[in-house]
């Protein structure tokens, strides 16, 4: 594919007295893994929905593989699989229930069990989404997003309120994802993971991105600027700090 | 990928996951079967006896003469007389326990409310039992001859309104809460990312209440037929378009509730809105000709009126469909409206 496969410039979203977006660039590379790493309330989420063609933009312009909302609707989404922060599946249908039905709104993909097996569920697939533990509902919805075999990932803070070993296990599965040459765009508060699954990272604050590059490129420009402490290494998390003066809540 | 193509339909899909979940919901099923069943039982045993007055609770007041007054009204066997001082004898007429009080003495005085039917009925026989008594002949001999009509007693009337209530609860609830849990629950918003068309999204929900209606009926129908001997004068044919023509107006109702609520008080305000007013003035529990005449065009124009009106002429008249295509024109244009008003208001994300 040429081009980037999804696009943003001067993004801007206001609500009435907020200002959510406040003229956003960033463009994704096919093939490679992007983080949105922000503190809550950084825009992450109205940024993304913005991308997936569920929010109109007050001012800017989204491509996604090139193509704008609008027109191409059907055939972006047939392209595209979306994991919402906070989406809940109904509590009394069954993982395989849940899963079949997505996969019934692609055109192609794999079979409902090859994608439950693909994210670790094949043993709970009979069994109700609301019996599922935290990560369990985060891998289901992975599932449903890659139902249609897609060449875009998005991710809205797919590890967040998870332990860390369901946000090792997605970690994994987001390493493979992008090892199997998909794109991938996610959203995340927790430093050592955007720098981890992340090939590109922008840090975005009040709306805006405040920094772009490669997670050791950002931390090799922080050591040029600022003392470094010699007994740790430097984080993205100093990168933060070191923009905005603030330190990122990690939970 | 050889899959069998139910499989891969999305509206299969959605159709079977919307039975599925509202099959596994103990309070729908609740609602759908218990709830009418128990109503049903209840109404239909208080208001057995076509829920005639009755006329027959007269209390004598315990005075001078009481004994003479009570025994006279005794010859007529058709009066329950009690004997109770002044005090409680007035407790009961005022609890409607009793139908009338008389009072001994000369003149005999009646205390009875002359807005209670069964008062005025208990009023004529007191009289005639009392003027019988004291040697009054009747002029013209009469004999009665006693029926109990099926069709006419008050639970023939209640249960093609319970019919109507379930049907419209069904599609009120089945769609309009659902719809706004799919949107609190961002489910609806994570669909609109996939290639899922929205049309397949309403119809899904439309077909799933359609496939409903024998369940909402069927059941409520046997029970009455076995507890009361509710039979069905018209055909099932007739009954069965005329349910399914009403889940469909409701359908339509269901959804214009959902296009734009956002929380479920909301949504449950919005339904109440629409279910509570129809439970009193489109018939369930008594005949909208308690209104008076100029309200009737408008009571007869509202959904649960045209549906309960219909149902009614089918199991009680016997009515064709043809016949009952004035309420069944009044289902279709809610239909309409309904929906593509909530076309056109749907707040999809
Ligand atoms: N529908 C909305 N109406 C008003 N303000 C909103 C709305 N959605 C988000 N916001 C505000 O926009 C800002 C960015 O929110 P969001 O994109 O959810 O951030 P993040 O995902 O990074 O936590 C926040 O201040 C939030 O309160
Ligand atoms: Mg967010």
């Known amino acids: 594919m040429t081009g980037p496969a999804v696009d943003v410039s001067g993004l801007v979203k206001r609500y009435r007295q907020v200002t959510a977006v406040d003229g956003l660039d960033l463009s994704v590379q096919a093939g490679e893994c992007f983080g949105l790493l922000g503190p809550n309330g950084a825009g992450k989420t109205t940024t993304i929905e913005v991308i997936v063609g569920l929010l109109e933009p007050t001012a800017g312009a989204v491509r996604v593989f090139g193509r704008t909302w609008g027109r191409d609707g059907r055939d972006i989404r047939s392209r595209m699989g979306v994991a919402l922060q906070e989406a809940r599946f109904p509590e009394r249908l069954t993982v395989r229930e849940v899963v079949t039905q997505f996969r019934s709104f692609y055109p192609k993909g794999p079979s409902p069990e090859a994608l439950i097996g693909q994210v670790g569920l094949s043993e709970k697939s009979a069994e109700w989404t609301v019996r599922l533990s935290g990560g369990q509902r985060q891998r289901l919805a992975l599932a449903c997003a890659l139902a249609g075999d897609p060449e875009l990932l998005v991710l809205d803070e797919p590890t967040t309120g998870l332990d860390p070993q369901a946000r090792l296990m997605i970690g994994e599965l987001v390493l493979a994802n992008r090892d199997r040459g998909r794109t991938i765009l996610l959203s995340t508060h927790y430093m050592e993971e955007a720098e981890r699954l992340c090939d590109r990272v922008a840090v975005v604050d009040r709306g805006k991105v405040i920094a772009l590059g490669a997670p050791s490129a950002l931390i090799g420009a922080l050591g040029r600027e600022s003392v470094v402490e010699t007994i740790r290494r430097a984080t993205l998390e100093d990168v933060y700090v070191s923009l905005t003066g603030r330190r990122l809540r990690d939970e | 990928m050889n899959e069998p193509p139910v499989r891969y339909n999305a509206l299969i899909q959605m159709i079977l996951c919307r039975w599925r979940e509202s099959l596994r919901q103990p309070e729908g099923i609740f609602w759908t079967f ?316």
Do not use: C
Not at chain 2, 100 to 105: D, F, K, R, T
Not at chain 2, 279 to 286: E, R
Not at chain 2, 328 to 335: E, I, K, N, P, R
């Open chain 2, 34 to 349: 218990v709830f009418p069943a128990l109503l049903a039982v209840a109404l239909g045993v208080a208001f057995r006896g076509n829920a005639r007055p009755d006329p027959s609770a007269v209390v004598v007041v315990q005075d001078a003469g009481a004994e003479a007054v009570a025994a006279s009204l005794a010859r007529d066997g058709g009066l329950k007389v009690d004997r109770l001082p002044r005090g409680e004898a007035d407790r009961r007429l005022r609890a409607g326990k009793a139908a009338i009080l008389v009072i001994p003495g000369d003149p005999v005085t009646f205390r009875f409310d002359p807005d209670r039917p069964e008062s005025v009925l208990a009023r004529h026989a007191a009289d005639g039992a009392l003027q019988r008594a004291a040697g009054r002949r009747d002029p013209v001999a009469v004999a009665f001859q006693p029926v109990t009509e099926q069709g006419s007693r008050y639970i023939d009337f209640l249960v093609p309104g319970l019919l109507g209530m379930n049907l419209m609860g069904g599609g009120v609830w089945g769609i309009g809460w659902v719809i706004v849990e799919m949107r609190i629950r961002k489910l609806l918003k994570l669909q609109l990312t996939t290639p899922m068309r929205r049309r397949d999204f309403l119809l899904s929900h439309i077909l799933a209440r359609l496939a409903f209606v024998p369940i909402e009926t069927v059941p409520l129908l046997l029970l009455a037929r076995g507890l009361f001997g509710v039979s069905t004068a018209g055909s099932y044919a007739a009954l069965a378009a005329v349910s399914l023509a009403g889940a469909f107006a409701f359908a339509g109702i269901g959804t214009l509730v959902a296009s734009r609520a956002q929380s479920s008080n909301v949504v449950m305000g919005l339904i109440n809105l629409v279910t509570l007013p129809s439970f009193v003035l489109s018939g369930v529990f008594f005949s909208t000709s308690r209104f008076p005449d100029f309200v009737q065009p408008l009571l007869r124009v509202l959904p649960l009126t045209a549906l309960v009106d219909a149902l009614r002429g089918v199991m009680t008249d016997g009515a064709s469909v043809a016949a009952v295509s004035p309420q069944l024109l009044v289902l279709g244009v809610w239909s309409l409206l309904s929906f593509l008003l909530a076309l056109k208001l749907f707040r999809w994300s």
